[in-house]
């Protein structure tokens, strides 16, 4: 998968959330005995180098749940500000995984910074719907925001589906996509219209997912 | 590099077709007074796009700015002007 520069296996940076992840993945294991497909061969190739890795969302702990799904790699969410005044906001900020944005009005050394994560090899985790959609049913509106850091990072967009889980024990059933090359669909000239374009056909591919899910 | 405001405006202009969904009736009455989201019905990723794509064919830098600063294309162009200078 694309993405020149690998993020660094360990780091002092991060010693806080590595150690959370380390510490929780046995009981998180036990607790949500992850089942994971693939979509196709190609999906089964790990993730190299920077990526935006887009999944739907139906609960809280759905970025807890996404470090299950793509557990080889140290992920970013892009959360919005208000998350930070929540009780878990400070713990989450301290372990250096959130990327916070004004969702109200978006700044673009907010864009800059998560593009600059993606090229710098980091992986990148956002829910496109822009929030939590707990009320079962069909995903809503995919924000075109993604296709846009894609577009400007070079990176590609790896797209997960999580079932939505019934009951607290259930387990953790989730299917990862193709990555999409969202860079090379709008080389030539990024009109809107295209960015528009892409969004769609990543809906269309979580959509898929969500049917492969189904069978989980 | 001096470029003057109809400069900037019509350059904008280009860059405004391209940053919308290709809804506006006529790129040719939008002038200075023309409300960025409420006439042309630009989001906050329309916005986004057409901060990148500005930043591009001027070849400036948007400072720290947040997309509901701009309310008309009239401060579009007077921030390129002033980035310009």
Known sequence: MSGSKKAKLFTFKY????????????????WLRPKIRYASKAAKKRIRGGALVI?????FVDPAFTMFVVWYRRQFFVCHQAFLKTK?????????????????????????????????GKVVTLFPEGHVNGEGGDMT???????????????????????????????????????????????????????KEATELLRQREEQL??????? | MSVNKTEITEKLKEILLSAGDGSFESIDS??????????????????????IATEEEFGIRFDNVGMNEFKTVGDVVEYIGERLQ
């Open chain 1, 55 to 59: 999944s739907n969302h139906t609960s």
């Open chain 1, 141 to 195: 509106e995919f924000k075109s925001g993604m296709v846009l850091l894609s577009m400007q990072s070079k990176r590609p967009v790896v797209p997960i589906f999580m079932k939505p889980r019934e009951h607290w024990y259930s387990r953790l059933k989730a299917v990862i996509g193709e990555p999409v090359d969202v860079a090379a669909m709008c080389a030539d000239g990024p009109a809107f219209k295209k960015i």
């Open chain 2, 30 to 51: 939008v002038n200075e007074q023309t409300r960025l989201q409420t006439d042309l019905g630009l989001t906050s990723v329309n916005m986004l796009y057409l901060i």
């Open chain 1, 15 to 30: 010693f806080f959330y590595d150690f959370m992840r380390v510490t929780g993945a046995l009981p998180g294991v036990i």
């Open chain 1, 88 to 120: 878990a906001g400070p713990f989450f900020r301290a372990a250096g995984c959130l990327i916070p944005i004004d969702a109200e009005n978006f700044n673009i050394n907010s864009f800059r910074v998560i593009t600059e994560s993606m090229k710098d």
């Open chain 1, 210 to 216: 969500e049917e492969i899910a189904r069978n989980l």
